[in-house]
């Protein structure tokens, strides 16, 4: 039998006071009864569970309007209000509950949406400026993301899959160049492996050099001699001999 406490106070060592002129304030309390204004234990218990439920379920809510804010945010990035957009974006309190959830949607974004890249480096600059941990693991996500490219499930998706990785390396190529990527040491190991087999990693290669520059990782006379090999696609090649050209340009000026 539950033990009936006096309904003036209800003191418990696991539970707080609570009287009954409280106890009613809360819309889902009257559904526990009360007799003669006594309240058992073990309804109390009840009371307190559905506390933490109705608290726990706001905390969800506000978790799921915080990304749908920052998505609501991303979808309408430009150079037009880029300064209005980014200031509500650093706004966003995040935490480490749904920083997973913040930093996936924001390099999602980042690359699906390659067009705005300098947009978005100018948002990791001010988000690193700020929050530092986020940044962190921005920068983790994208390094991971090379390291690890997703693998799509349909084989007709390998054009998407293609894109996705080229454009992963191109947020960090320009990470790089801004000076914001804090673990080059990694990236140049990432990106060190694509030379091994040149080939089927050309299109990749390209982007760094592009971003990078011909001199990157001291491949100038390797990229010259690739840009001459037939066995190579011809669009490939142009595109190397169009970042000779370019640089050559630059070289006398």
Not at 24 to 39: A, G, L, V
Not at 67 to 85: A, V, Y
Not at 93 to 103: A, L
Request: aromatic share 8%.
């Amino acid at each position: 039998m539950s033990s009936i406490v006096e309904s003036s106070t209800i003191d418990t060592p696991s539970i707080k006071k609570i009287t009954v002129d409280d106890f009613f304030q809360h819309k889902s309390y009257h559904k526990i009864p009360i007799t003669n204004n006594f309240i058992s234990s073990q309804d109390l218990c009840k009371v307190e569970h559905t506390k933490y439920a109705t608290f726990h379920n706001k905390v969800e809510l506000n978790d799921t309007l915080i990304i749908k804010k920052l998505k609501g945010i991303l979808i309408k990035l430009s150079d037009k209000n880029i300064d209005t957009l980014e200031k509500e974006l650093l706004s966003i309190e995040v935490t480490s509950k749904i920083m997973k959830d913040y930093v996936e949607n924001l390099c999602k974004y980042t690359i699906e949406c390659i067009f705005y890249i300098d947009l978005y480096i100018r948002i990791y600059k001010s988000i690193k400026e700020v929050n530092p941990s986020l940044y962190k693991a921005i920068e983790e996500y994208l390094l991971n993301s090379f390291e690890n490219p997703a693998k799509l499930e349909s084989d007709n998706e390998e054009n998407k899959t293609k894109r996705y990785f080229i454009s992963n390396i191109a947020i960090l190529c320009k990470l790089i160049k801004s000076d914001i990527l804090e673990n080059t040491t990694r990236f140049n190991e990432i990106a060190g492996n694509l030379y091994t087999d040149p080939k089927q990693n050309i299109e990749p290669i390209v982007k760094i050099h592009e971003i990078l520059g011909l001199d990157y990782n001291d491949k100038r006379p390797w990229l010259t001699d690739l840009s001459q090999d037939k066995t190579i696609p011809a669009k490939v090649r142009f595109q190397i001999q169009d970042l000779i050209k370019a640089d050559a340009a630059k070289q006398s000026q």
